[in-house]
């Protein structure tokens, strides 16, 4: 089945620091990736969309210049997060959509693992 | 604009009792419906996916769900709960041309031995 890896699971950082999450797709192509946020017991929120070869599309209230998308190949995407701050602190989760063809928006979403990031 | 409202944000059962996870969307287009479930500190995995064809789809470990488009429903349903079931469980909606997930606010469920 298709796999989609998260690089760090955990990482603690100070303050003011950058912290980059790498999402993989192990065994697909991935044309499109999302990343998402998940705060303690609340449902996953839509941060950006990535798309491999281009820029990012970023929801409504999400800063692009604090978080930076970069989806260099068809199988990996990066979120930075630049100068970090307590409130950062959340689980961050991606998800690949596998290309296909012949179909428009059904297609299924696999998820990462997800990564917990602590500011400190 | 797509959202999806999942009734009860906790359901307790008892071990081997059925299970009913609701969840109601509302879409100005044909949705595609999902059910993710979530493991503590895990992502997420899918269980069922519903895409215009069969309205009642059969998912991993037991679980089904059956898609009402006259009560805008995509309830998930397993007849006989076991431990292993307990954990977040998030419906979300799409639509063609709109690739992003929108979640429900998720059901947490509880098994009762």
């Known amino acids: 089945g298709a796999v989609v890896s998260q690089h760090p699971s955990r990482v603690i950082c100070k303050s003011g620091t950058s912290v980059k999450i790498e999402c993989r797709s192990l065994?697909?192509?991935?044309?499109?990736m999302f990343w998402y946020r998940q705060f303690p017991k609340q449902s996953l929120m839509l941060m950006a969309t990535?798309?491999?070869?281009?820029?990012?599309?970023?929801e409504q209230g999400v800063e692009k210049d604090k978080f930076l998308i970069n989806h260099a190949s068809l199988t990996l995407s990066t979120l930075t997060v630049t100068s970090a701050h307590p409130e950062d602190s959340s689980f961050y989760i991606c998800s690949a959509r596998q290309d296909k063809t012949g179909l428009a928006g059904g297609d299924t979403q696999y998820f990462g693992p997800g990564t917990r990031l602590t500011v400190l | 604009a797509q959202s999806v409202t999942q009734l009860g944000s906790h359901v307790s059962v008892s071990e081997g009792a059925l299970v009913l996870l609701r969840c109601n969307y509302s879409?100005?287009?044909?949705?595609?419906l999902f059910w993710y479930v979530q493991y503590p500190n895990q992502g997420l995995q899918l269980l069922l996916k519903?895409?215009?064809?069969?309205?009642l789809v059969k998912g991993i470990n037991g679980f089904e769900a059956e898609f009402k488009k006259s009560e805008t429903s995509f309830h998930l349903t397993k007849p006989s709960a076991h431990m292993s079931d307990a954990a977040e469980y998030f419906c979300a909606v799409s639509a063609p041309g709109r690739r992003a997930l929108t979640f429900g606010s998720g059901t947490r469920l509880q098994v009762q031995p």
């Open positions: 879409s100005s287009v044909p949705p595609y």
């Open positions: 065994d697909f192509q991935a044309t499109t």
């Open positions: 519903y895409t215009s064809a069969a309205t």
């Open positions: 990535s798309n491999e070869g281009s820029k990012a599309t970023y």
